[in-house]
Structures are given as structure tokens and as C-alpha cells.
């Protein structure tokens, strides 16, 4: 793990330089049901093949992206004209998907072994989340990027961020601006991410795991497998229609755990998505 000097610094680094990735923009996904664009969350998949290997279920459709939202426009994301980031909540494994035909996927599970506890986060789990319009938005302002750099660097001088009582706190007003700029509010240096697309991931830095790539008829030459690229981060948000690991009446509004997360990375050779839960 990062000590929290370098942390800071690598949460800094995140919000404020433009890194040329998969996409090179940072997108923020936001919910918008009033949006007439073509992207949205949750839904039941529409592609064929989506039934998690290990559990026999559906899988869980958390974001579906339309890929030909010009703020996409410096890729190519090759079979997909839509990308599905699926992901199974019940066993909680890896899972790597190809496109197999204009509208089917084929979903692999690296991992076989058979896990004694399989059962969803909470009782009467959906089978799908409900289908929310969403918009990409490009940019962070110049005042609420002011703001976090202060909360980083305020959170960072004013004690053990395991001790609350010592917390330093953001005003009424900033608080406001980084709730609506994130999505939900910021409590600590850990709540600086967003559901996103692109750019570099605004996870914490020991959850950029190494993912190589299994499809067998993946053209790369790589001997283990193409290392695959970050593309996406979509948070547990029962506000925003994710309920992925608690209810919307299962907390106080202000509390729900957003740093519960499902971020996905693409091979750039064969385009496979994998989707895999790095929480905690
Ligand atoms: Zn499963
Ligand atoms: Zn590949």
C-alpha cells in the first residue's frame, strides 16, 4: 500500500492531469433523466450469451455506453457499437466478456473454483437495475478542482483519517459543490471518484491490478496475454439507480458506501471487457 504522502499525490495527479488512456478524456457518467442521449444505466441486457457461467443468473447490467458519442470519437472499440459492463454480485468474480456476433457475448470466468458462500449482498436482489438515462460530461471546473485539492491537502495536515473527531471538514458551500460534481458527498481523500469512463482510474491506486487478457483468439503476440487497458469505474449507488450491495432504504441518505466499486479494463488488441469488484 502507498503511504498517504503518495497517495495524496497520486489522487492529485488523477484529478488534475489530462493522461493519455484507452480514452484519453476523463468522462463523468451522470445520471440525467431528462437526457436524450443514448447512454444509460442499468437495464436488462439486450445481447444474447449474458447468464453469469458460475451462477446460471443474468448478469447484472450496471452502465450500458453508446460508442458513438463523439466524446468517444478518438477510439475505436471494434465489434462493440455498444459496450455492456456487466458484472455478478453473487459470486463476485472476474468476468471477461467478447463480443461473439452482432448480438451476442461470450462471457468467460477465469476463475472456476467453486465457492462454498454464493449468495447476493442483500435479500430480494434485482434481477436487473432500472434503466436510467445517463450523459458523459467532460471536465472538472476550475472552483471544484480548487476545492479538492484543498480537501486533499487539508485531510492530509489535520490528522489520522481513522480518527473522525480530528477530521477536518469542508464548509457548507464546498461541501455542495463536491457533492454535485461527484455525485454524492465527500467525506475523505476516498470519495474523489465518480462513476467514469475514460482517463485514468480515480480508484485508490492498489486497485489498478494487472488484468491480461484470456481470449484464446485474441491476436495479441503477448505470451501471457495482452496486458488490457483501464476504461471504466461505475460505483454502488442506490441514488442513481446502483443498488449493487444495499438498498436505497438501507442506510442514512448520506452513507451509502461509494467506495464500493466496479471497474473494467479492455484488451486493445481483441476488445474483451473483464469487470471486476476491487472494493475495500
Ligand atoms: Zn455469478
Ligand atoms: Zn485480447
Given amino acids: 500500500m502507498l503511504s498517504r504522502a503518495g497517495l495524496v499525490t497520486a489522487i492529485v495527479l488523477h484529478l488534475v492531469h489530462p493522461m493519455t488512456d484507452f480514452?484519453?478524456?476523463?468522462?463523468?457518467?451522470?445520471?440525467?433523466?431528462?437526457?436524450?442521449?443514448?447512454?444509460?444505466?442499468?437495464?436488462?441486457?439486450?445481447?444474447?450469451?449474458t447468464l453469469?457461467?458460475?451462477?446460471?443468473?443474468p448478469l447484472l447490467q450496471l452502465l450500458n455506453i453508446d460508442c458513438a458519442d463523439p466524446l468517444l470519437a478518438d477510439k475505436s472499440f471494434g465489434p462493440w457499437k455498444r459496450l455492456p459492463f456487466l458484472f455478478c454480485?453473487?459470486?463476485?468474480?472476474?468476468?471477461?466478456?467478447?463480443?461473439s456476433g452482432p448480438n451476442a457475448i461470450h462471457v468467460i470466468h477465469t476463475d472456476q473454483s467453486i465457492l462454498a458462500d454464493s449468495s447476493p449482498p442483500y435479500e430480494n436482489y434485482p434481477q436487473s437495475f432500472?434503466?436510467?438515462s445517463a450523459l458523459l460530461k467532460v471536465g472538472i471546473p476550475d472552483d471544484v478542482?480548487?476545492?479538492?485539492?484543498?480537501?486533499?491537502?487539508?485531510?492530509?495536515?489535520?490528522?489520522?483519517?481513522?480518527?473522525?473527531?480530528?477530521?477536518?471538514?469542508?464548509?457548507?458551500?464546498?461541501?455542495?459543490?463536491?457533492?454535485?460534481?461527484?455525485?454524492?458527498?465527500?467525506?475523505s481523500t476516498f470519495c474523489l471518484t465518480h462513476h467514469q469512463i475514460g482517463g485514468h482510474n480515480l480508484g485508490?491506486?492498489?486497485?489498478?491490478?494487472e488484468y491480461r487478457c484470456p481470449n484464446s483468439n485474441c491476436k495479441s503476440r503477448a505470451k501471457?496475454?495482452?496486458?488490457?487497458?483501464?476504461?471504466?469505474?461505475?460505483?454502488?449507488?442506490p441514488p442513481h439507480g446502483?443498488?449493487?450491495?444495499?438498498?436505497?432504504?438501507?442506510?442514512?441518505?448520506?452513507?451509502?458506501?461509494?467506495?464500493?466499486?466496479?471497474?473494467?479494463?479492455?484488451?486493445?488488441s481483441c476488445f474483451t471487457l473483464v469487470g471486476s469488484n476491487r472494493s475495500g
Fill in 23 to 49: 480514452i484519453s478524456n476523463l468522462l463523468r457518467v451522470v445520471p440525467d433523466d431528462d437526457a436524450e442521449a443514448h447512454h444509460f444505466f442499468g437495464g436488462s441486457p439486450s445481447l444474447d450469451g
Fill in 130 to 132: 432500472p434503466r436510467r
Fill in 89 to 99: 454480485w453473487t459470486c463476485i468474480r472476474d468476468v471477461y466478456c467478447t463480443a
Fill in 52 to 57: 453469469c457461467p458460475t451462477c446460471k443468473i
Fill in 224 to 237: 501471457r496475454g495482452r496486458k488490457m487497458t483501464f476504461i471504466a469505474r461505475i460505483l454502488n449507488a
Fill in 145 to 187: 478542482k480548487a476545492i479538492a485539492r484543498r480537501l486533499i491537502e487539508e485531510w492530509q495536515s489535520s490528522g489520522s483519517e481513522d480518527d473522525e473527531t480530528e477530521m477536518w471538514e469542508p464548509s457548507v458551500e464546498e461541501q455542495a459543490k463536491v457533492t454535485d460534481y461527484f455525485g454524492h458527498p465527500v467525506k
Fill in 242 to 268: 446502483l443498488p449493487m450491495i444495499e438498498t436505497l432504504d438501507s442506510r442514512n441518505p448520506n452513507e451509502y458506501n461509494y467506495d464500493v466499486a466496479v471497474q473494467y479494463h479492455i484488451c486493445e
Fill in 204 to 209: 485508490p491506486p492498489w486497485q489498478d491490478d
